[in-house]
């Protein structure tokens, strides 16, 4: 018998005693992507990554993100159940949950995905790290009213440690996970708010133009960040009207 056949029914007996998932390795999230740019709003695999986020919990919106993820399992056939095995992966869904200050905040949310994964490759997959259930625990330290304009641009002492974790099956009904992964967030409120042409003299905007925001979910940051506070409040200055 060979090593490579000795091998292979080994992994499969472990795996059958420890009902454990695939091995990870072979199933893993690469990095996280930087954020789109409005309007296309559309990230390819071939796209910058990054280390860190920003969240402005002002605009009381999840974090949205995007994570590139590697099937490195090679094609073949699954003759001891009898089903054809491609080892392509059906991601199933993410797992998430968020951490500040070593604490939990929220709870564990699960979202569905609907992607399949060909064997040898790897695809962008959209994940949400900072879930709704989290919001008012990361918005709490900062005392950011969304119903309020933001005294100042505040900043958090405690970014936000986002983990995030995927999981799927193969062809043949193995279950496979990613490892978990971890992405900083700095969290604000109001710093991506432009709230000049709201208060004080804002008589100086009156002929400018009210732009919509640029980024493609309100309150992510991404290269073009900064809403007019005018796409959300009156204006409280008296603006002569033609």
Known sequence: ?????????????????????????????EHVKAQPEAPE???????????IGLLDVWFNNPYLSYVLVTNHAISREAYESGKAESNGIFIDYSESYVLVNGGLVGERVRTPIDVYLEPESSDVVAVTMIPVSSLYGVQRPLNCNPNDLPADDSYSANPAIAVV???????????????ELNFTIQTCCGCLLDQRPCQGDCTQYCDDEVTPSAMCTSGVAN?????DCRNYFEVPCNCPTD
Request: proline letters at 0%.
């Open 223 to 227: 290269g073009s960040s900064s809403v």
């Open 165 to 179: 974790r995927l999981f799927g099956h193969t062809a043949g009904g193995t279950e496979v996970e990613t490892q």
């Open 1 to 29: 018998m060979s090593r490579t056949l000795v091998w292979t029914v080994a992994v499969a007996v472990v795996a059958q005693f420890m009902g454990c998932a695939e091995n990870e390795q072979t199933f893993f999230i």
């Open 41 to 51: 709003c559309s990230v390819a695999a071939g796209d910058d990554g990054t280390s």
